[in-house]
């Protein structure tokens, strides 16, 4: 399979396929393709794994396009203004992406459900306790809401993040919750009670505008109608 990641602020991954080859997606991830492209619905395994998907803001079923008898195209569109963020999965090399980041993969990318280790990220961790862990091999293709910024932490190395900043991150870094400090800072410093501490090493992957903030900064200008 060969790729291209084109456009912004909405930008689509059009993938050129050859016989045989497959792509599996989230429903509805299907911007457009050559008519050579069949798909298939699935649960995509046992029911845990499609339980699993659920929990991890994807849908219980999955659809898979297999190209047939030549070259195919088949073009994935992102659904929120961002970037498309293209990473090879290996078996020694897992990776670890928010809740609802997948759009779609190569056939041999495995999804499941991944819940933060330390028991204070899954207490105050809110949403981001909640994971997606992607393993096996092949190329996965997911959505980071706004700018990516890259970091690569050495082994012990920290970046304390806002919990929806967090689009991605290699498998080795190691995620906990801190508390801001200071009851006026909590209060009134309209960060939070929380944040999130990111330690190496790999990789982490920053996003900059989350689906969450951008809603709350449109609230105001939309009319309720009433």
């Not at 090399?93 to 779609?104: E, G, R, T, V, Y």
Request: charged share 15%.
């Amino acid at each position: 399979m060969q790729y291209e990641i084109k456009g912004t602020p909405l930008p689509v991954v059009i993938m050129t396929l050859q016989a045989g080859e497959k792509i599996k997606t989230d429903k509805g991830a299907m911007s457009w393709m050559s008519p050579n492209m069949s798909m298939s619905t699935n649960a995509g395994g046992s029911v845990g794994k499609a339980l699993g998907r659920m929990f991890s803001g994807e849908s219980m079923f999955q659809n898979v396009y297999t190209c047939q008898g030549g070259p195919g195209l088949f073009a994935a569109a992102s659904s929120f203004p961002g970037e498309i963020l293209a990473i090879t999965i290996t078996p020694d090399h897992p990776f670890i992406a928010q809740k609802s980041a997948f759009l779609a993969s190569e056939e041999s990318v495995e999804m499941s459900v991944h819940f933060q280790r330390k028991a204070g990220a899954g207490f105050f961790g809110g949403e981001g306790f909640i994971l997606q862990k992607f393993t096996g091999s092949g190329i996965v293709f997911l959505e980071i809401d706004g700018s990516i910024q890259e970091y690569d932490l050495a082994a012990g190395q920290q970046i304390v993040v806002d919990t929806g900043n967090l689009a991605a991150m290699d498998a080795t870094v190691q995620v906990d919750i801190q508390t801001v400090p200071g009851i006026g800072n909590k209060l009134f410093g309209g960060e939070g009670f929380f944040n999130t501490v990111l330690t190496g090493p790999g990789k982490v992957y920053l996003q900059t505008m989350p689906r969450n903030v951008m809603a709350g900064a449109l609230a105001p200008y939309i009319s309720t109608g009433n």
